[in-house]
């Protein structure tokens, strides 16, 4: 009688107890067309995520607007952005958190460059004051050209800023010298100053343009040990980029779009990979401090608000 108890329960036990744990399930990553996601592309092409136990679906959107709507409508778990865009989509009522800094790390990653047209006389930030930089208002870009200029001397209320939110635009603006300055990331910053922009002021010897890996609440609370195992193939993948850059080329030039010519011609365009690691409070405060002084928070957000610790 015992045995037969026995065999018929131990079904049942199993069962429960594989029901006490995390259930696994498909990671959907947004990927936007950007370097920093190279460690995403690289893991994926490595094996890395089945190697860690987990099923990864990486979906490419073309904006930062469409990603954070797929956010708001739970239909990506994970991507890269900026802590902006993790305090924005908070403040909206979409719980996501940084899990880790993608780039921006060390100084030189992720570069931004306020350039001024190639026909200006505009060589220095002095000659900024007043002067109407196109930009992306509201975001990362802005945040950035405020920090850098008013840390070279410019009060507030001396930068003057017009939205021109679209990249290719903004850049052709500057080349054709509709707008006497601009903000720009890389490539489109090196492909300016090749073509006669004056760099004027860059984030290349400081870490202000921090891209952070996203992830929903919602799966966090349900399902952190795969987060955790995403991670871990991310890690594995920068590991391999730092050991030799320009083997994944072929990559940034098909995914991330990035012109063949910048890559090889000489390397003038070099994109640095570090170690995942935690935002540090401090540059998380300073933005949320400055979206404060911009009202575009409703609430004052805290660290922990912004940030799950649990994964790295």
Known sequence: MKKYLFAVLLPIIILFAGGCGQESTKLKVGML?????LPFWVAEQKG????????????????ALERDSAFTAKQIDAGIGDLIAVATMNNAGTKVKSVAVAQGISPGENRFAILAAPNSDIKSVEQLKNVPIAMSLNTINEYITDRMLTEKGLSQEDIKKIAVPKLPVRFDALMGGTVMAATLPDPMATLAEIGGAHLIADNSKNTLAQTVVIVRQETLD???IDIEK?????????SDIQRNPDQFNDILMEEAKIPKNLLSSGNQLRFIYSAPELPKE???????????????????????????????
């Open 33 to 37: 067309p950007i370097a920093d996601n």
């Open 48 to 63: 890395y995520f089945k190697e860690e136990g987990i099923e990864v679906e990486l979906i490419a959107f073309p904006s």
């Open 222 to 224: 349900k399902n952190d």
């Open 230 to 238: 995403l991670m871990k193939a991310y890690s594995r993948a920068v």
């Open 282 to 312: 401090e540059d998380v405060d300073a933005v949320i401090e400055w979206m404060l002084e911009h009202d575009l928070l409703k609430n004052k957000l805290t660290y922990d608000d912004m940030v799950y610790g649990k994964v790295l």
